[in-house]
């Protein structure tokens, strides 16, 4: 039974509905410390932690916690290392309370708050939510886009990702992440304008059809992608590793890091591409709690 067959279609758009909500007050919390003081400091990775994260991150768990009691969390600042190794519940949520949080910490409006249920190996509910540009993004069988109005969602529209165009391709590309693997994997595609663009807001701008490509041969965590590749795929378009297949949810025995993907608007766009092989997994710090009212 694949992970989208444990719930009907109905649940799952009423669960990611729910996300959308818990998503887009989390984010009123982060547009209160946005342009304005963060305390923040590094984790042991090199990456920021700010305390907008950290205060995002608590609403987020204790509105999951109440929500869907029961069902395991696994966030990016509350997670320690310890529990790492442990193989996740069959459903469990993967929580990123601010993705680009260097750009966030710069001023930039390019942030979002990412939230997917996870059922097997894959994501089958999730919201994505970009505060700093009033959109929200949520999916359960089918995705729609709608405003942030007031720190919550307004009436949603269907949203789908689009073929290639003829006169060749948007990717999106990061202002602060960049290597040759990337680039020569994009020199292999029709490619006619780069935007650079952070956050997993990218995977949002190809599910509705602005962008066509995104890759990422750099190392990322599952709580960064899991929302937007549900939100693309659900939109018509997939997340690829090499060889093909789609990312694998709840890998604990990596540590939750994701190998090289691209996300597409066009399928069609994978048979073009050549993703590197994934290189050796490192440690990070998480902690696995589960969510309890």
């Known amino acids: 039974m694949t992970g989208a067959a444990m719930f009907s279609g109905p649940e799952r758009e009423r669960i990611a509905a729910v996300l959308a909500e818990i998503a887009c007050a989390a984010g009123e919390v982060l547009r209160?410390?946005?342009?304005?003081?963060?305390?923040?400091?590094?984790?042991?990775?090199?990456?920021?932690?700010?305390a907008a994260d950290v205060e995002a991150e608590a609403l987020?768990?204790?509105?999951?916690?109440?929500?869907?009691?029961?069902?395991?969390?696994?966030?990016?600042?509350?997670?320690?290392?310890?529990?790492?190794?442990?193989?996740?519940?069959?459903?469990?949520?993967?929580?990123?309370?601010?993705?680009?949080?260097?750009?966030?910490?710069?001023?930039?409006?390019?942030?979002?708050?990412?939230?997917?249920?996870?059922?097997?190996?894959?994501?089958?509910?999730?919201?994505?939510?970009?505060?700093?540009?009033?959109?929200?993004?949520?999916?359960?069988?089918?995705?729609?886009?709608?405003?942030?109005?007031?720190?919550?969602?307004?009436?949603?529209?269907?949203?789908?990702?689009?073929?290639?165009?003829r006169s060749g391709l948007v990717a999106l590309g990061s202002r602060r992440h960049g290597d040759p693997e990337t680039a020569t994997c994009l020199a292999a595609l029709p490619v006619s304008e780069t935007r650079q663009t952070g956050s997993a807001l990218k995977f949002g701008l190809i599910a509705a059809g602005e962008a066509d490509v995104y890759v990422r041969c750099g190392p990322t965590m599952e709580w960064d992608t899991a929302a937007g590749d549900h939100i693309l795929a659900a939109a018509g378009g997939c997340v690829v590793v090499p060889g093909g297949g789609p990312i694998r949810y709840g890998c604990y025995r990596e540590g939750y890091r994701n190998g090289p993907f691209a996300a597409l608007g066009d399928p069609d766009l994978a048979t073009g591409l050549a993703l590197p092989a994934p290189g050796p997994a490192r440690p990070v710090r998480t902690r696995l709690t589960a969510a309890h009212p």
Do not use: M
């Open 60 to 165: 987020i768990v204790a509105a999951l916690a109440a929500r869907f009691p029961g069902i395991a969390v696994v966030a990016e600042e509350s997670t320690p290392a310890s529990e790492l190794a442990v193989r996740p519940s069959q459903n469990f949520f993967l929580v990123d309370p601010l993705d680009g949080t260097r750009d966030f910490l710069a001023g930039t409006p390019d942030y979002s708050v990412n939230i997917a249920l996870v059922a097997g190996e894959r994501p089958v509910a999730a919201a994505l939510v970009a505060p700093g540009l009033g959109r929200a993004w949520w999916a359960g069988a089918a995705t729609v886009e709608g405003p942030v109005i007031d720190g919550r969602p307004g009436a949603g529209s269907p949203v789908q990702a689009r073929p290639a165009p």
């Open 32 to 50: 209160r410390y946005h342009r304005g003081p963060c305390p923040h400091a590094l984790k042991p990775d090199g990456s920021p932690s700010s």
